[in-house]
């Protein structure tokens, strides 16, 4: 699934490609969307906004709709100047946004819906932006009583829990524990409220540090992005426990753990000599 980081590089791009411009063309494969553009056509609306909201992108056109899109595992959006070549088959289109300049593409985007912006938080449990790492808004008091609040429940499990703290995926989980020195299986109730503080700190450094660069780039894909935590540039030392089951934990030498956690079933890796509590 693309991280909080992806969706909001892709807001960012889709940003400049779309704000302030007039819409010139819709297409849509979903009848909803057909359906809200029959009774309300964008054609002529301007895009006001595009913003990321944990894994939530929400595309705000000037006639009141918004279009909220959600990547799950296959989605992903392009952006390209009219006559190019598109990178994924047509009959991969979802959806298809166009101005004067540029063409968006949404390709299997597996969710899509019309909404009132008043519609949106209670009908998609959108979380706010005071607990969205990637938010200007980004409130660090309250993300931490909101991870506080799942006590009962593993700091590995709680850390994927987008309505606790939002736009941490299952790399950066694993890489947030390490660097923080906090076993993924133990319980938030046993974390004293600093130890949480400094969880929920490390996570908005961690993500935001992979949203810094910014290539301008006038296509974005989720196939090709490489998540750095460890800050070296060599591509095999790029994360610290991530995908590097039995391999030698880059700081004390153990061989990393891998083992699937919570009622989803997602993976964890965790070095058990430098993660201990
Ligand atoms: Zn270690």
């Given at each position: 699934m693309?991280?909080?980081?992806?969706?909001?590089?892709t807001?960012?791009?889709?940003?400049?490609?779309?704000?302030?411009?007039?819409?010139?063309?819709f297409?849509?494969?979903?009848?909803?969307l057909?359906?809200?553009n029959?009774?309300?056509?964008l054609?002529?609306?301007?895009?006001e906004?595009?913003?990321?909201r944990?894994k939530?992108?929400?595309?705000?056109?000037?006639g009141?709709?918004?279009l909220v899109t959600?990547?799950?595992m296959?989605?992903?959006?392009?952006?390209?100047?009219?006559?190019?070549?598109?990178?994924r088959p047509r009959?991969?289109?979802r959806?298809?946004?166009?101005n004067?300049?540029?063409?968006?593409?949404g390709?299997?985007v597996?969710?899509?819906k019309?909404m009132r912006?008043h519609e949106?938080?209670r009908?998609?449990?959108?979380?706010p932006?005071?607990?969205?790492?990637?938010?200007?808004e980004?409130?660090?008091?309250?993300?931490?009583r909101?991870?506080?609040?799942?006590?009962g429940?593993?700091?590995?499990?709680?850390l994927l829990h987008?309505?606790?703290?939002?736009g941490v995926g299952n790399?950066?989980?694993?890489?947030?524990?390490?660097?923080?020195?906090t076993?993924p299986f133990?319980?938030?109730?046993?974390?004293?409220?600093e130890?949480v503080?400094?969880?929920v700190?490390?996570s908005?450094?961690?993500?935001?540090?992979n949203v810094l660069?910014?290539?301008?780039?006038?296509?974005?894909?989720?196939?090709?992005?490489h998540?750095?935590?460890?800050?070296?540039?060599?591509p095999?030392?790029?994360?610290?426990?991530?995908g590097?089951g039995?391999?030698?934990?880059?700081?004390c030498?153990e061989?990393?753990?891998r083992?699937l956690?919570?009622p989803d079933a997602?993976v964890?890796f965790?070095?058990?000599?430098c993660?201990?509590?």
């Amino acid at each position: 699934m693309p991280e909080g980081d992806t969706i909001f590089r892709t807001a960012r791009a889709l940003g400049r490609a779309l704000t302030a411009k007039a819409v010139t063309g819709f297409r849509s494969t979903y009848p909803l969307l057909t359906r809200f553009n029959d009774d309300t056509p964008l054609i002529g609306q301007t895009v006001e906004s595009v913003d990321s909201r944990g894994k939530w992108l929400l595309i705000q056109f000037s006639g009141g709709g918004m279009l909220v899109t959600h990547m799950l595992m296959s989605g992903s959006w392009h952006i390209y100047r009219h006559g190019e070549r598109w990178q994924r088959p047509r009959n991969h289109m979802r959806i298809l946004l166009e101005n004067s300049d540029y063409v968006a593409v949404g390709f299997s985007v597996p969710v899509a819906k019309m909404m009132r912006a008043h519609e949106l938080a209670r009908a998609l449990r959108i979380p706010p932006a005071a607990i969205d790492v990637l938010s200007a808004e980004f409130d660090a008091g309250e993300a931490t009583r909101r991870v506080q609040a799942h006590g009962g429940e593993e700091v590995g499990d709680v850390l994927l829990h987008q309505e606790a703290i939002a736009g941490v995926g299952n790399v950066f989980k694993s890489e947030i524990c390490f660097v923080t020195a906090t076993n993924p299986f133990c319980k938030v109730a046993d974390l004293d409220s600093e130890r949480v503080a400094f969880l929920v700190a490390t996570s908005r450094r961690l993500v935001k540090a992979n949203v810094l660069e910014d290539s301008g780039e006038t296509m974005v894909t989720y196939g090709g992005m490489h998540r750095r935590t460890t800050g070296r540039i060599d591509p095999g030392e790029r994360v610290w426990v991530y995908g590097r089951g039995d391999e030698p934990c880059r700081k004390c030498g153990e061989p990393i753990r891998r083992q699937l956690q919570g009622p989803d079933a997602r993976v964890t890796f965790w070095c058990p000599k430098c993660q201990k509590s």
